[in-house]
């Protein structure tokens, strides 16, 4: 256990990071830019670690689950970076980062874990805080604005995110941590190009610089680390626990993202990402 929560904590401090670096680039490179740059330089670590790591027999089903969590990073994870170029990178980070409720919830309907009262009430915390820093209440706000669109898009993702967390246990547990990792990330990176390439042709043209990767690579380095921790960590404990403590990293993205991007919040809107890291932060506690 002790071994899962060490490694659960990489993972969160990794997110944060991730999360953090990503945002910055895509306000640089464009979601779609930065989203692909980042998938292509994250390839090249995992590449390099196959040639020490990958040593698993490779069996179909656990290998068809992996590709459809690599099929799903690749869609969310531009529409995330998207939240965060031109919505409110604090809120969005945050609400994006709730996955770990999905996580506990899934858990407990496919792999037959329990939720305590402790655990269900910080869900229920979690909730109200989401639902309050999406809404922009102010006296010129006008009913159909209420809720950030990048906001909602921002929940899509976390869901997303859930799924894939929660289910890549069983890839995880058939054919071992880095095989998924290495799997999913590669049919991540093979749809980015497919998907991403389109829309950076049809954008603004862009000059490269070698310089531009700077943010794409400590993305990917975060990235990668937070992933292989993260599946590592479910080799040792359940997801009701690894995914709380790993996803209770919004705490220190959104300190971080504040004052990095100086973006106003309303009162609300400040008491509901409060809301959001008192109810991470608690679900963390309590599932260990």
Known sequence: MFGAIILSLVANLSFA?????????SR?????????????????????????????????KPFLVSVVIGILFAVSYPLFLYTLEKGNATI????????????VLLSLIFFDE??????AISVVIIFVGVILSTLHLTKKTRWHNIFS????????VSIVWGINFTFVRYPVEQIGWFETSFIYQTVAVIFSVILLTPIIRRSKPHKFETSQLKDPA????????GGLSYNFALTLANSSIVAPIAGSYPGIYAVASYYVFKETL???QITGVVLVLIGVIALSIFSL
């Open 17 to 25: 990071g991730n999360d953090l670096f990503g945002a910055i680039g």
């Open 28 to 60: 640089k490179l464009g979601a779609a830019r930065m989203s692909l740059y980042a998938y292509l330089c994250g390839f090249v670590l995992y590449i390099v670690s196959a040639i020490f790591l990958f040593r698993g027999e490779i069996t179909l």
């Open 92 to 103: 969005n980070g945050v609400i994006a980062g709730i996955f770990p409720i999905w996580v």
């Open 114 to 119: 329990t939720l305590s009262l402790q655990q």
């Open 149 to 156: 669109r990048y906001a909602l898009l921002a929940l899509v």
């Open 218 to 225: 400590l993305n990917a380095l975060t990235g990668f680390m």
């Open 266 to 268: 309303t009162k609300i």
